[in-house]
């Protein structure tokens, strides 16, 4: 498809488990953001990727979130022992090359339940 | 660190009516700034920027945006709003040409009867 797309749209687990959320950005795009929506807030920085190498981390909750773009195309999060307060809707965006003035294209996102 | 806030929950408004949806921010530097827009079950939409030149932006769908630095603003505007642009909407800010970390409000909702 033409827009980002993330999979899976929703993912129920329980407490304790781990999960992978991926993300395939638009072609070409070089710049690729995760981001975190909690129930009536704003998008919640992660991660941040130029390529293969992850530039900006520092909104990376804690050391049970990880992200891998390892081809510098399709990235996943990856979540270990998830939390019921890791419930959110997770959202991937690209952009094509240095992100800083240009607009960022969102996928529709991947909403995590955790029981 | 840079902050965004939209200090309304939700606008209402009859269509045909203007539409102004409020956002001030804080950077140390100078502010690069955006308004997206989520529709129920799609993703976010980019609508307008302003990084610099003009004051007043204009975007998608008609709507337009005005940068005022005094007040550290950045309102969304639409002259007649319809029934399709109820929707949720996000300001963001980067702190300047080196900041990749685009910050968003807690997003307003916008509702326009017929």
């Known amino acids: 498809g033409a827009g980002v797309s993330q999979t899976p749209s929703n993912k129920v687990t329980e407490k304790g488990k781990y999960v992978e959320l991926r993300c395939d950005p638009i072609?070409?795009?070089?710049?690729l953001y995760w981001y975190r929506q909690s129930l009536g807030q704003g998008p919640e920085f992660l991660i941040y990727?130029?390529?293969?190498?992850?530039?900006?981390d520092s909104g990376l909750p804690n050391d049970r979130f990880f992200a891998v773009r390892p081809e510098g195309s399709v990235s996943t999060l990856k979540i270990q022992r998830t939390e019921r307060g890791d419930s959110a809707v997770y959202l991937c965006?690209?952009?094509?090359?240095?992100?800083?003035?240009?607009?960022?294209?969102f996928g529709e996102g991947s909403r995590l339940t955790v029981l | 660190a840079q902050s965004v806030a939209q200090p309304e929950d939700q606008v209402n408004v009859a269509e045909g009516n203007p539409l102004t949806v409020k956002c001030t921010y804080s950077?140390?530097?100078?502010?690069?700034l955006f308004w997206y827009v989520q529709y129920p079950n799609r993703g976010l939409q980019f609508l307008l920027k302003?990084?610099?030149?003009?004051?007043l932006v204009k975007g998608s769908y008609g709507f337009e945006a005005e940068f005022n630095k005094s007040q550290t603003s950045f309102h969304l505007k639409k002259p007649s709003a319809l029934v399709s642009d109820s929707a949720l909407y996000f300001c963001?800010?980067?702190?300047?040409?080196?900041?990749?970390?685009?910050?968003f409000g807690a997003g307003t909702t916008v509702t326009v009867r017929a």
């Open positions: 965006a690209s952009s094509l090359g240095h992100a800083n003035t240009g607009e960022l294209f």
């Open positions: 950077v140390s530097g100078n502010p690069y």
């Open positions: 072609s070409g795009h070089t710049a």
């Open positions: 302003y990084i610099t030149g003009d004051n």
């Open positions: 990727f130029q390529g293969t190498g992850a530039a900006d």
């Open positions: 963001a800010v980067r702190d300047g040409p080196n900041d990749y970390k685009l910050s």
